[in-house]
C-alpha cells in the first residue's frame, strides 16, 4: 500500500538513523529479485550520500552476523527493526544476508547519491530527446564561464553598435554618479544570475535591448522633471536664507537642510523629525535669539513656509517614484546585456562540450512535467518504487517539481516516499533552498499529497546528540526568537521542546566582552585558546573541539592566533594550496618566465632564496635589486653562478607538469615531506591532461582557482578543526566554541527579479518588463508593492541568521562555548541573546557571562596514533632514465627462444579451454588471431590433446564442474594472484593447475604452494595440486 511519510527532524534527533531504518525496512520486504533496486534514497551532499551508504552497509553486515554478535551500537536499530517486521531473529540475519550480497554483487543498482547526481543520470539517459552532445562534461565552476563570457563580450566592442553604445554609457554614467567607471565587476556579479534557478523563467520573459532602452530614456526624462522641479524650489530658498547665519535657525536643521540639496542626486531629502516640527510649528528661532535675526527670519518665513510647502508636497508625491526610477534606470543599463552574455556563454559551452550543473534541473524540468514516468525509468535503465529525500528544507522549488512526476508514479503502484527535513537548518536559501516548500509539505493542515495520497506527519523530538543543559538552553533561547520572527516562520521556533536522552549534563557557557576594536579582537582570541586547553586539561583530544565562525575571514584570525601559541588546526582555509611558501615560489618561477619583465615576482623569487641562503645576506640587497631588473637571460646566468642550473631553453621546452618538476628538482624542494607540493603537482598534472600545457593558461587557470584549492587532511589527525557554520551542518563534535558571534544580519547584498511593467508608460498589452533591483532598505522608501518586498526579505534574511546560530549551536555534545561582544546595535546578531538573558530569571547571568551545567572531564587514556612516513622519492628528468627492453630469451639460442614462443602459445589456448570440447573452437579462434598453418595447427592439437586427455588430469575438464580460469584473486592486503586453473569439486575440495612453459624449477612449487593458502583462506578443506610442463609434456602432481 502507497504511503507518504513527512519526518520533522530537528538537530540530534536521529535523522540518518530514521533514514537508513527505513531503507533497511523497505529493501528486506521488497519481493524483488534484487532487493535493493527499485530504492532510491537522495541526499544534499556527496559526503551524506557516502555516510549513508557506509550506514546501510554497516549495519546490514551487524544484522548478518547473528543476533548474538551484533555490536552494541547496532542493538537498537535491531530492536527496532525486529519489532517493526515481526521477524524471528533467524529471519532477519537471513534476509539481511540476502540484502548485503546483493547490494555487493549489484553494486550499480545501489542507489544513494544527491539529487544533482540523480538528474544528471537522467539527462544522460536523454541526451539524444534533450538534443545534447552524448559525451558532454559537466563543469562545477561558473565563475570561469561567467569570465570568458564577459570577456567575449568585450571582445564586441567597436564591432556591435548596441553593445559600444551601452558599454559606454554606462561607464559614463557610472562616472557621473562618483563611481569607479570599470564595468566588468558588474557584469561578473550580473551574470551569476544566469546559473540561478530561476534562469530559464528570467531570460525567456527579459525584453530585448532595443526596448529596454526606449524605456530606460523614458523614465531619465521623468527623473530629469523632478530633479529640475526640485532645482526650482532649491534656486528661491537659498537666495531666502544666505544673509542669515546658520545658528539662527534650530539645531542649524533647515541649512543642512539646504546643503544636501545642493549635489544630485538627490538622495536623503525627506525632512528630519525636528525639520518637520519647525516648519510644523513655524519655529524657525530661539526665544533667546538676537531681535536683528528674529526679523530678518520673520520677513521670509511666509515665502519660506510656501516653498517648504511645495517641496514637501513633491516629495510626497513623487519622491518614492524617483528613488524608483532611479535604481531601474541604472539596472536597465545591465540587464540590456544579460542575454547577451547568455549567448555568449551558450556559445562557448557548445564550443567545450560542457554543461553547467546549475542547469540539470531547469534542461530536465520541462521534459520530465510532459514525459510519462515509466519512459523515463525505461530510459535510466531502472524503476524506483520507493524514494527517501533527505535534507527536504533545501530542496529548490525545480528540483521538487522534477521529482512530482516520478514520486506520483512510483505511489500510484503502491510505492512509498519518506521526506526528511527541518526547516530550522534551512541555510542555503542562497542557493535555491525553499523552505517553504517543507513548511508546507509538514503543516498540519496538509493532509493529501497530489490532493490524492495520504500524508503522514511525524516529528523526531528527541535529542540524542547533546547533554540535557545544551538541549534545554537551546529550547528555552530559540523559543524566545520566535517571537522576532513572522508567520510562518515563528512556528519554526514556536514552543521549541525537545527531549533530552544522554545522562550526561552537558555544558553551556555564554560570554560577552566588554570591548571594542582590536581589543575585543584579542580578548576574543584569548578566551578561544582558554577554551581549547581546558578541554585538553580535561583529557579531550585537540580533535575532540571544532571553533565555528560565520565567515572565513575569521577563520584565518582563529587560525594564525592558534598556529602562534602551537595548538595543532585543521581548516580548509589554512590549508589552501597558496598559502604555501613553496608553491608561492614556483608560481614565481611560471610567472618570471612567462614575462621578464614582472620584476616583482623576480624580487620575490631572489628573496625566497635569499631567506634560504642560496645567496649571502651582506650581498642579498644589491642582488635583489641588479636582477630583479634583469632580463631573463642575465637572470639565469646569475642563477647558474650560484649552483643553481636554471636553464631558460630547457625550461620553455617543457610541458607544464615537466616544467614544475624541474623547478623542483632544480631547487632542491622535497616533495615527499610537503603536501602542498604534492597537492599543487596533482593540481598541475590535472590542468596538463584537461586544459592546456600553455605557461600563461596555467596562470589564468591558477588566478581563478587559487581561492578554492586545497590539501585534502585523512582523517585520524589530532587537531582543532576550524570551520564555517555551513561546513559544520551535519556533524558533531564534543566541544564547540563559537567566537565572533555578533556578525551583521547583511540585509543589502542580495538583488531581485521584479516586473515593474505597470510602473512604465507600457502600450503593450499585459507585457511583462523585468528587471533586477536591490533589496535594501531604499525600497521602504518606494511605492507599493516594494515596502511589503523588503519586508518579506527582512524576514528571510532574520530566519537565514537565526537558523545559522540554530544549526551552530545544535553541533555540540558536552560543551557549548559562545563569545561575543555588548554591541546591542540593531542587525548585530548578538543583540538577540542580550535580548535573551535580560527576560532571565536566573543568578546564572552575571558578570557578563552566562554558565549553566558541569564541565565533563574524561577518563585519561593513551589513544596513540600511529603515522606512517611518507617515503622519500627522487624526482628524476625521465629521458635519461629510458632505456631499450630487451625481450624475453633475447640472450638464448635459437632453439631455446622457439621453445619459450612455442610454450606461450599452448598456455595461451590452453587459457581459454573448459572442457575437452573447447579444443577445436580454441585452436579455430587461435589460428584467426596467429593465422599458423596446418601442420602447426595439428602439431598443436596433438600436444594440447595429450595433456587434457592424460588420466591424471583428464577429470578435470569436466563440463559438470565449476571452473575459473585465470581468475583474479584479492587477499587481505590488497595483492591480486591469477592462477591458470580451479577446478571446484565442492565446496570443500577443489584442484588446482599450474602451466610452465620452460624448464622445472623449485620456485614453480613454492608458487603453487601460495596459490593453495589463498584457497584455503576461501574456505576449501582440500587441495589437489598439479604442474603442467607444456615445453615437456610433463604432468606432476603434488
Avoid at 523629525?273 to 510644523?280: C, E, I
Amino acid at each position: 500500500m502507497a504511503s507518504f511519510n513527512v519526518y520533522k527532524a530537528s538537530a540530534g534527533s536521529g535523522k540518518t538513523y530514521t533514514l537508513v531504518k527505513e531503507y533497511i525496512k523497505t529493501g528486506l520486504l521488497n519481493k524483488g529479485k534484487i532487493t535493493h533496486k527499485s530504492l532510491l534514497a537522495i541526499t544534499f551532499t556527496n559526503k551524506a550520500a557516502s555516510e549513508m551508504k557506509n550506514r546501510i552497509v554497516t549495519t546490514l553486515f551487524q544484522f548478518s552476523k547473528g543476533h548474538k554478535k551484533i555490536d552494541s551500537s547496532f542493538q537498537s536499530i535491531y530492536k527496532d527493526l525486529k519489532i517493526e517486521l515481526n521477524f524471528s531473529d533467524e529471519e532477519l540475519c537471513l534476509k539481511s544476508k540476502k540484502f548485503l550480497s546483493d547490494i555487493i554483487h549489484y553494486y550499480g543498482y545501489f542507489s544513494v547519491s544527491t539529487i544533482d547526481k540523480f538528474i544528471h543520470k537522467i539527462i544522460r539517459g536523454f541526451t539524444y530527446e534533450l538534443n545534447l552532445p552524448s559525451n558532454f562534461e559537466v563543469e562545477m565552476d561558473n565563475k570561469k564561464i561567467i569570465q570568458e563570457g564577459v570577456y567575449s563580450l568585450f571582445d564586441d566592442l567597436g564591432r556591435d553598435a548596441t553593445v559600444t553604445q551601452n558599454l559606454i554609457n554606462y561607464s559614463i554614467y557610472k562616472t557621473h554618479e562618483n563611481k569607479n567607471w570599470d564595468i566588468e565587476e558588474d557584469l561578473l556579479k550580473l551574470s551569476d544570475q544566469l546559473f540561478k534557478d530561476h534562469k530559464s523563467f528570467i531570460i525567456q520573459n527579459l525584453s530585448d535591448a532595443k526596448t529596454i532602452f526606449k524605456k530606460q530614456k523614458e523614465i531619465h526624462t521623468i527623473i530629469d522633471r523632478f530633479e529640475k522641479r526640485v532645482d526650482v524650489i532649491k534656486d528661491q530658498l537659498n537666495p531666502l536664507v544666505k544673509d542669515i547665519p546658520d545658528h539662527v535657525f534650530p539645531y542649524q536643521d533647515l541649512p543642512r537642510y539646504l546643503k544636501k540639496l545642493r549635489k544630485k542626486p538627490y538622495l536623503g531629502i525627506q525632512f528630519s523629525k525636528r525639520l518637520y516640527q519647525s516648519y510644523n510649528n513655524k519655529k524657525w528661532y530661539k526665544k533667546s535669539e538676537d531681535i536683528t535675526y528674529k526679523q530678518q527670519v520673520d520677513s521670509i518665513s511666509k515665502s519660506l513656509e510656501d516653498l517648504l510647502s511645495q517641496l514637501l508636497l513633491l516629495i510626497d508625491s513623487d519622491y518614492s517614484k524617483y528613488l524608483f526610477y532611479r535604481s531601474c534606470y541604472r539596472s536597465f543599463f545591465l540587464v540590456s546585456l544579460l542575454s547577451r552574455i547568455d549567448q555568449k556563454i551558450g556559445v562557448l559551452k557548445k564550443n567545450n562540450n560542457i554543461i553547467h550543473i546549475s542547469e540539470f534541473n531547469q534542461i530536465i524540468s520541462n521534459f520530465l512535467q510532459k514525459s510519462p514516468a515509466p519512459f523515463i525509468y525505461e530510459k535510466i535503465g531502472n524503476r524506483y518504487n520507493h524514494y527517501f529525500i533527505d535534507e527536504f528544507q533545501d530542496t529548490s522549488k525545480t528540483q521538487w517539481h522534477n521529482l512530482i512526476p516520478l514520486l506520483e508514479e512510483a505511489l500510484s503502484t503502491g510505492g512509498t516516499c519518506l521526506i526528511v527535513g527541518d526547516g530550522k537548518q534551512s541555510i542555503y536559501r542562497w542557493r535555491g533552498g525553499e523552505v517553504e516548500q517543507f513548511l508546507a509539505l509538514s503543516s498540519s493542515t496538509n493532509k493529501t499529497f497530489l490532493n490524492h495520497f495520504k500524508v503522514d506527519i511525524k516529528s523526531l523530538d528527541t535529542n540524542y546528540r547533546s547533554g540535557d543543559k545544551i538541549v534545554n538552553f537551546n529550547n528555552t533561547f530559540f523559543s524566545f526568537l520566535s517571537q522576532h520572527l513572522s508567520e510562518p516562520y515563528n512556528k519554526l521556533y514556536k514552543n521549541l521542546d525537545q527531549k533530552h536522552h544522554r545522562s550526561e549534563t552537558g555544558y553551556v557557557e555564554v560570554e560577552v566582552l566588554d570591548s571594542k576594536g582590536l581589543v575585543l579582537e584579542n580578548q576574543t582570541l584569548e578566551k578561544t585558546y582558554k577554551n581549547i586547553m581546558d578541554a585538553k586539561k580535561d583529557n579531550y583530544s585537540f580533535s575532540d573541539i571544532v571553533v565555528l565562525t560565520r565567515s572565513n575571514k575569521d577563520i584565518t584570525k582563529v587560525a594564525t592566533y592558534l598556529t602562534e601559541k602551537g595548538i595543532p588546526i585543521i581548516s580548509s582555509e589554512s590549508l589552501l594550496l597558496k598559502k604555501s611558501i613553496l608553491v608561492q615560489f614556483l608560481i614565481n618561477n611560471l610567472i618570471v618566465l612567462n614575462d621578464e619583465s614582472n620584476f616583482l615576482s623576480k624580487a620575490k623569487l631572489l628573496t625566497s632564496l635569499a631567506s634560504e641562503n642560496k645567496i649571502k645576506l651582506e650581498f642579498s640587497h644589491e642582488i635583489i635589486s641588479k636582477y630583479s631588473t634583469s632580463n631573463n637571460i642575465d637572470f639565469s646566468k646569475f642563477l647558474n653562478s650560484i649552483g643553481i642550473n636554471w636553464n631558460l631553453k630547457k625550461l620553455k621546452k617543457l610541458s607544464i607538469y615537466e616544467l614544475i618538476e624541474e623547478l623542483i628538482r632544480v631547487f632542491k624542494i622535497n616533495q615527499a615531506n610537503n603536501l602542498y607540493i604534492r597537492f599543487f603537482l596533482d593540481f598541475v598534472y590535472d590542468f596538463s591532461i584537461k586544459e592546456s600545457n600553455s605557461i600563461i593558461r596555467f596562470l589564468n587557470f591558477w588566478d581563478q582557482k587559487r581561492d578554492t584549492l586545497s590539501i585534502i587532511i585523512p582523517q585520524g589527525i589530532d587537531a582543532v578543526e576550524l570551520m564555517s557554520v555551513h561546513k559544520s551542518k551535519g556533524l558533531q563534535f564534543p566541544i564547540v566554541i563559537m567566537p565572533f558571534v555578533n556578525w551583521k544580519e547583511d540585509l543589502g547584498k542580495e538583488k531581485d527579479w521584479f516586473d515593474v511593467a505597470p510602473f512604465l508608460n507600457n502600450k503593450e498589452n499585459n507585457s511583462n518588463f523585468f528587471t533586477l533591483l536591490p533589496l535594501n532598505k531604499e525600497l521602504e522608501k518606494w511605492p507599493p508593492p516594494f515596502p511589503r518586498n523588503y519586508l518579506n526579505h527582512k524576514n528571510k534574511v532574520l530566519l537565514d541568521n537565526i537558523n545559522i546560530l540554530y544549526v551552530a549551536m545544535t553541533r555540540a555534545k558536552d560543551r557549548l562555548y559562545v563569545i561575543s561582544n555588548s554591541d546591542t546595535r540593531k542587525g548585530n546578531i548578538f543583540q538577540y541573546f542580550l535580548s535573551f538573558f535580560k527576560t532571565l530569571q536566573t543568578p546564572q547571568f552575571g558578570n557578563n557571562i552566562f554558565k549553566d551545567g558541569q564541565k565533563r572531564k574524561l577518563k585519561a587514556c593513551n589513544n596513540r596514533i600511529t603515522h606512517i612516513k611518507y617515503k622519500d622519492y627522487d624526482s628524476s628528468e625521465w629521458r635519461e632514465r629510458l632505456r631499450i627492453r630487451k625481450k624475453r630469451g633475447f640472450n638464448k639460442s635459437l632453439k631455446q627462444r622457439f621453445s619459450i614462443v612455442w610454450g606461450d602459445l599452448i598456455h595461451e589456448i590452453m587459457a581459454s579451454i573448459n572442457k575437452i570440447e573447447d579444443l577445436e573452437p580454441a585452436l579455430k579462434k587461435m589460428n584467426i588471431k596467429y593465422k599458423y598453418g596446418l601442420r602447426t595447427y595439428n602439431r598443436i592439437k596433438m600436444e594440447i590433446s595429450s595433456i587434457i586427455n592424460d588420466s591424471k588430469i583428464k577429470h578435470l575438464f569436466n563440463s559438470e564442474l565449476n571452473t575459473f580460469l585465470e581468475t583474479s584473486i584479492i587477499t587481505s592486503d590488497g595483492s591480486i594472484y591469477r592462477p591458470d586453473r580451479v577446478v571446484e569439486h565442492s565446496k570443500t575440495v577443489a584442484s588446482l593447475i599450474d602451466y610452465k612453459t620452460g624448464l622445472k624449477n623449485k620456485s614453480h612449487i613454492h608458487q603453487l604452494n601460495k596459490y593453495e593458502s589463498i584457497l584455503l583462506q576461501l574456505g576449501y578443506g582440500k587441495i589437489n595440486k598439479y604442474l603442467v610442463y607444456l615445453s615437456l609434456g610433463e604432468i606432476i602432481e603434488l
